[in-house]
T-cell receptor, first 112, second 113 residues
Framework: GNSVTQMEGPVTLSEEAFLTINCTYT??????LFWYVQYPGEGLQLLLK?????DKGSNKGFEATYRKETTSFHLEKGSVQVSDSAVYFC???????????FGTGTRLQVFP | DTAVSQTPKYLVTQMGNDKSIKCEQN?????MYWYKQDSKKFLKIMFS???????INETVPNRFSPKSPDKAHLNLHINSLELGDSAVYFC????????????FGPGTRLTVL
């Protein structure tokens, strides 16, 4: 079946630290991969996506590379800010469907 | 100019009641969704509609019935509410076609007492 596994949080960092949030997936065929972010009290927003192997999605300083060989889509940012504090969701969309399957989410807390 | 809006934002009700949550999108999208987010933040799709036609119906109790009067609206009606229905419900929409970005509403926090 299709599933997404994310590292458990919370991830607690100081401002300007390097961020990695791990995400691995199981899927039939080659899905598209996404990172969504949920700020406190709000709905989810798309952060970045990649639709095929070796694609790199990037936005607002965040990056993630679609690694078929390791079935991973880890989220990275070189220097986090307090305003990045949120819950981050890795998700996949199987081929030929618009359904999103989410991981459990990882809470990021950034302190000044 | 909210893209995806939901009402109400908060809903507190007693077990056994029937309630509805409304969703509207002004993005001109053809596809709309309902998701449930539990207390541990786990998010799972419930339904999707494409141009008023039901496309995805996950394993959801039939107490939950989505209704799409037009492609800009997807309402969720819940009969005989149970304690386990307490969650945050998110509506979302996207353009037709696979792998398009889904735009989420702000959520409706449902509390069943």
């Amino acid at each position: 079946g299709n599933s997404v596994t994310q590292m458990e949080g919370p991830v607690t960092l100081s401002e300007e630290a390097f961020l990695t949030i791990n995400c691995t997936y199981t899927a039939t065929g080659y899905p598209s991969l996404f990172w969504y972010v949920q700020y406190p009290g709000e709905g989810l927003q798309l952060l970045l996506k990649a639709t095929k192997a070796d694609d790199k999605g990037s936005n607002k300083g965040f990056e993630a590379t679609y690694r078929k060989e390791t079935t991973s889509f880890h989220l990275e940012k070189g220097s986090v800010q307090v305003s990045d504090s949120a819950v981050y969701f890795c998700a996949l969309s199987p081929r030929n469907t618009d359904k999103l399957i989410f991981g459990t989410g990882t809470r990021l807390q950034v302190f000044p | 100019d909210t893209a995806v809006s939901q009402t109400p934002k908060y809903l507190v009700t007693q077990m056994g009641n029937d309630k509805s949550i409304k969703c509207e999108q002004n993005l001109g999208h053809d596809t709309m969704y309902w998701y449930k987010q539990d207390s541990k933040k786990f998010l799972k799709i419930m339904f999707s509609y494409n141009n008023k036609e039901l496309i995805i119906n996950e394993t959801v109790p039939n107490r939950f019935s989505p209704k799409s009067p037009d492609k800009a609206h997807l309402n969720l009606h819940i009969n005989s509410l149970e304690l386990g229905d307490s969650a945050v419900y998110f509506c979302a929409s996207s353009r037709k076609g696979i792998h398009n970005e889904q735009f989420f509403g702000p959520g409706t926090r449902l509390t069943v007492l």
